[in-house]
């Protein structure tokens, strides 16, 4: 055999075994085009040639819009960098026909297909699988199964997973954000609610397989979650549009990515032990942030207590209970039920003899007397520490009266006087008390009613109303005097007290008038400038009526 023969079979069996053994690649995405070089499309026509490659997309590269459908062919890592992946609405974004896809930190929005799966990505061959890493789904469509992503044929070693993704907002007529026929899905830590269809997850029974845990769902078809997961769980118990800081689209008013409420049921829901935990979430920050890792694509930073009022009965009767709660501002701060079930609350009372309350709240009267409730908040505060916020306490009465002893106190009113053809608002001054008392009512559910009528000298004055805690005096083009009577009764039912004071009307050229707020007290409500202003409106309508006569 000749040298020259022996050199060239050596030369095949070199290409045949290269062709086996390809060398790991990466390719940089440096701009935002749909095509060309440094684009993600170019990338993953590299990448399809073979081998095992990264794609990593460049953190300038904020958002992509893509024009026609991407084909996965082969094992390649997508590393997104917090990326936002959109459509047109007119195409499937990305479809895996072979090998592994993996997608970290990505958003998908408007991938659409009006005649098959899964209207953001689909996979759809007996090898093809994929993997998506604290990624988001929101805005896709698709005319069949899943909204977000459908596994039409995929293969079951390595299986399709998703690991703290969120998924809403995605439409289709079964499972309106992810769907298996054929193959294998798996679950992990991630949100999927809010989705258009009768289900949020569907597995066709007869070939779909579909494994999960620790995740807080929508509706489930043909699928019962063990007790790990969290089901049926309405998307606005879980989440909170906002845009999280990540970009907007040119032609999108605004591309809707989601948080968690205050109280959502997936904050914390992940144990710290419970395998496939992330060190950081899709925008990069750390995990977990509070005691556990979130569930879903982003870890929720504490919402800070900035203040907290206690709202409950202003009376007990001995022997009886009451529930007290606690008014948390921002409604959505962040409480730590963890350190301190069941609400992030412990409750105390100045004379545990009088009045007892346990951990919930409840209340008990167990002697005669008074004290003040005060219940401590545990959260954060705006640096991202625990801390505790003392509410503001109540005052809290016992008796053995089963009726609340209240009586509403209105102060004396100085005399009015008003030129003709004008309009005067008054707020008298009302207390609310209990056993010569002051109460803290508002916060007791404790409120009062006012009323006010002419009880002498009628014609002086063509109108008087109430509204809320103001007296409207409306006065025509006589002059004169009469006597005007207020009504201040509590609510609930309590007794009720009254004062009378004189209202002088004078002609237009004579002198008087003065402040249009008469009695004005610090508190009852902010009515008086709105009573203000209906009186000044009706004048000028008086006072047009005049004019015409």
């Given at each position: 055999m000749s040298k020259i023969f022996r050199a060239g079979r050596l030369v095949i069996v070199l290409i045949f075994l290269l062709s086996f053994i390809l060398p790991a690649q990466a390719f940089e995405v440096v701009n935002n085009n749909p095509e060309g070089n440094g684009s993600l499309a170019w990338a993953i026509q590299q990448a399809n040639q073979g081998g095992d490659s990264t794609i990593n997309i460049a953190s300038s590269v904020k958002s992509i819009t893509l024009t026609r459908e991407l084909t996965i062919e082969a094992n390649v890592t997508i590393n997104g960098n917090g990326v936002t992946v959109s459509g047109t609405y007119s195409q499937r974004?990305?479809?895996?026909?072979?090998?592994?896809?993996?997608?970290?930190?990505?958003?998908?929005?408007?991938?659409?297909?009006?005649?098959?799966?899964?209207?953001?990505?689909?996979?759809?061959?007996?090898?093809?699988?994929?993997?998506?890493?604290?990624?988001?789904?929101?805005?896709?469509?698709?005319?069949?199964?899943?909204?977000?992503?459908?596994?039409?044929?995929?293969?079951?070693?390595?299986?399709?997973?998703?690991?703290?993704?969120?998924?809403?907002?995605?439409?289709?007529?079964?499972?309106?954000?992810?769907?298996?026929?054929?193959?294998?899905?798996?679950?992990?830590?991630?949100?999927?609610t809010g989705n258009t269809s009768s289900s949020d997850i569907y597995r066709e029974e007869s070939s779909g397989t579909l494994s999960g845990r620790y995740n807080v769902a929508g509706k489930f078809a043909n699928y019962e979650p063990d007790n790990t997961n969290s089901k049926d769980i309405t998307a606005s118990r879980v989440l909170v549009a906002d845009s999280q800081g990540l970009p907007v689209l040119e032609s999108v008013d605004m591309i809707q990515v989601v948080r968690l409420t205050g109280k959502s049921p997936a904050i914390d829901f992940v144990p710290l032990n419970a395998g496939n935990t992330l060190s950081t979430d899709q925008l990069g920050t750390s995990r977990p942030q509070l005691a556990a890792n979130d569930a879903g694509a982003y870890e929720a930073r504490p919402v800070p207590v900035t203040s907290a009022e206690v709202f409950g009965a202003i009376y007990i009767q001995a022997g009886s209970t009451d529930v007290f709660s606690v008014d948390v501002n921002p409604?959505?701060?962040?409480?730590?039920?963890?350190?301190?079930?069941?609400?992030?609350?412990?409750?105390?009372?100045?004379?545990?003899?009088?009045?007892?309350?346990?951990?919930?709240?409840?209340?008990?009267?167990?002697?005669?007397?008074?004290?003040?409730?005060?219940?401590?908040?545990?959260?954060?505060?705006?640096?991202?520490?625990?801390?505790?916020?003392?509410?503001?306490s109540l005052r809290v009465y016992t008796g053995e009266e089963a009726r609340m002893p209240i009586r509403a106190y209105i102060a004396s009113i100085d005399a009015v006087v008003m030129k003709s053809e004008t309009?005067?608002?008054?707020?008298?001054?009302?207390?609310?008390?209990?056993?010569?008392?002051?109460?803290?009512?508002?916060?007791?559910?404790?409120?009062?009613?006012?009323?006010?009528?002419?009880?002498?000298?009628?014609?002086?004055?063509?109108?008087?109303?109430?509204?809320?805690?103001?007296?409207?005096?409306?006065?025509?083009?006589?002059?004169?005097?009469?006597?005007?009577?207020?009504?201040?009764?509590?609510?609930?039912?309590?007794?009720?007290?009254?004062?009378?004071?004189?209202?002088?009307?004078?002609?237009?050229?004579?002198?008087?008038?003065?402040?249009?707020?008469?009695?004005?007290?610090?508190?009852?409500?902010?009515?008086?400038?709105?009573?203000?202003?209906?009186?000044?409106?009706?004048?000028?309508?008086?006072?047009a009526k005049k004019r015409k006569g």
């Open positions: 974004l990305f479809r895996i026909t072979s090998g592994q896809a993996a997608f970290n930190r990505i958003t998908f929005t408007r991938g659409r297909t009006s005649s098959g799966n899964g209207g953001a990505v689909e996979v759809d061959g007996t090898n093809a699988s994929a993997r998506f890493t604290n990624c988001t789904f929101y805005g896709n469509e698709a005319s069949g199964f899943g909204g977000a992503v459908c596994v039409t044929r995929g293969g079951a070693d390595p299986r399709t997973a998703f690991t703290h993704c969120t998924v809403t907002g995605n439409m289709a007529r079964n499972g309106g954000g992810l769907a298996v026929i054929d193959g294998d899905m798996a679950l992990f830590s991630s949100v999927v409604k959505d701060a962040t409480l730590n039920i963890r350190d301190y079930p069941p609400a992030g609350i412990t409750w105390s009372s100045s004379q545990p003899s009088i009045i007892s309350i346990d951990s919930s709240g409840r209340a008990r009267a167990v002697g005669i007397g008074d004290a003040r409730i005060t219940a401590q908040v545990h959260g954060w505060d705006a640096s991202g520490e625990k801390t505790e916020k003392v509410a503001q309009s005067r608002s008054i707020r008298p001054s009302v207390t609310l008390r209990i056993n010569s008392i002051d109460i803290e009512g508002a916060r007791a559910g404790v409120n009062y009613t006012l009323t006010a009528d002419v009880s002498s000298g009628s014609d002086v004055l063509e109108g008087l109303s109430v509204s809320g805690d103001t007296i409207i005096l409306m006065a025509g083009n006589r002059t004169g005097s009469c006597d005007v009577q207020a009504v201040a009764a509590p609510i609930p039912e309590g007794q009720a007290s009254s004062v009378h004071f004189s209202v002088k009307v004078t002609s237009s050229d004579d002198g008087g008038g003065g402040s249009n707020d008469i009695g004005r007290s610090s508190g009852g409500g902010g009515c008086a400038s709105g009573a203000a202003m209906l009186g000044a409106i009706m004048a000028v309508v008086l006072s």
